[in-house]
């Protein structure tokens, strides 16, 4: 949370009223994922040159980094991107709606193209594509409060079903807002094959492979360690001598 907000994740995060940090620790996967990137480079770099490197990644540069869109926009741009919950800041309409019975689903349009599928396919409303308030996507972000009204009206008075129908015949992305129950039981995991199972001292556990995937390539998952199982092993590797190590046992240290 605190390298979210130094970087300013925070400022852009969360409602008009509240910021929030991001629901995942997003600064450690973002240092995690510069590392792995880091590590394989001076792997093919000791592979060609015969030398070693320092790889050197901090949780601030790394955030630093995925803030790039934001820091750019708000350096030549003139304004700082505001904070707007489930929709996008600039760009519009790309939020959640609600359908007639009380399900959340997202919509982006990203192009013209898609605006005027959305205006005639999805809505059957061509005309609002000609609105004056609505003929660009700046247009659309100044007008959003208006925009965002007359869809939620409209989509107000259909199922889901129909809503997501129409959506997917006009070629628009959207999604359904999905709880975490909900992603665990999603079929595409299992349509993608992400599920395995590894061994625990509770038993076998259901676990999501990686999802790099390459070709005759197993992922390694190894079961998960007792309390306590590797402390031995680690202190032997660390240069600790037997006796110290029985003693520290005994006493309970370890």
């Given at each position: 949370?605190?390298?979210q907000?130094?970087t300013?994740v925070?400022?852009?995060?969360g409602t008009?009223?509240a910021?929030?940090?991001?629901?995942i620790?997003v600064a450690?996967?973002?240092?995690?994922?510069?590392?792995?990137?880091g590590?394989?480079?001076?792997?093919?770099?000791?592979?060609t040159?015969?030398?070693?490197?320092?790889?050197?990644?901090s949780?601030?540069?790394?955030?630093?980094?995925?803030?790039?869109?934001?820091?750019?926009y708000?350096?030549y741009?003139g304004?700082?991107?505001?904070?707007?919950?489930?929709?996008?800041?600039?760009?519009a309409?790309?939020?959640?709606?609600?359908?007639?019975?009380?399900?959340?689903?997202y919509?982006?349009?990203?192009?013209?193209?898609e605006?005027?599928?959305?205006c005639?396919?999805?809505?059957g409303r061509?005309?609002?594509?000609?609105?004056?308030?609505?003929?660009?996507n700046?247009?659309?972000?100044?007008?959003?409060?208006?925009?965002?009204?007359?869809?939620?009206n409209?989509f107000a008075?259909l199922?889901?079903?129909?809503i997501?129908d129409?959506?997917?015949r006009?070629?628009?992305?959207?999604?359904?807002?999905?709880?975490?129950?909900?992603?665990?039981?999603?079929?595409?995991?299992?349509?993608?094959?992400c599920?395995?199972?590894?061994?625990?001292?509770a038993?076998?556990?259901?676990?999501?492979?990686p999802?790099t995937?390459?070709?005759d390539?197993?992922?390694?998952m190894?079961?998960?360690?007792?309390?306590?199982q590797?402390?031995?092993?680690?202190l032997?590797?660390?240069?600790?001598d037997?006796?110290?190590?029985?003693?520290?046992?005994?006493?309970?240290?370890?």
């Amino acid at each position: 949370m605190l390298v979210q907000a130094e970087t300013g994740v925070t400022s852009i995060t969360g409602t008009p009223e509240a910021p929030s940090r991001v629901g995942i620790s997003v600064a450690d996967i973002a240092a995690g994922t510069y590392a792995y990137s880091g590590i394989l480079t001076a792997l093919l770099t000791r592979a060609t040159s015969g030398q070693g490197s320092t790889v050197d990644v901090s949780l601030f540069d790394a955030l630093g980094e995925w803030m790039g869109a934001p820091m750019y926009y708000a350096a030549y741009g003139g304004s700082e991107p505001p904070r707007s919950g489930a929709a996008h800041a600039t760009i519009a309409p790309y939020e959640l709606f609600v359908s007639q019975d009380g399900q959340e689903i997202y919509l982006a349009i990203q192009n013209a193209r898609e605006w005027t599928r959305f205006c005639t396919e999805a809505l059957g409303r061509p005309e609002l594509e000609r609105d004056p308030r609505f003929t660009s996507n700046a247009r659309r972000v100044e007008h959003r409060t208006e925009l965002h009204g007359i869809i939620e009206n409209l989509f107000a008075e259909l199922p889901a079903s129909d809503i997501l129908d129409r959506l997917d015949r006009a070629d628009i992305a959207c999604a359904r807002r999905n709880s975490v129950s909900g992603f665990i039981a999603h079929p595409q995991l299992a349509e993608r094959d992400c599920w395995t199972t590894i061994d625990s001292p509770a038993g076998p556990l259901r676990a999501l492979r990686p999802p790099t995937r390459i070709d005759d390539v197993e992922p390694a998952m190894g079961a998960v360690p007792s309390l306590g199982q590797h402390t031995k092993q680690i202190l032997n590797e660390l240069g600790f001598d037997a006796s110290t190590i029985a003693y520290w046992n005994k006493e309970q240290v370890i």
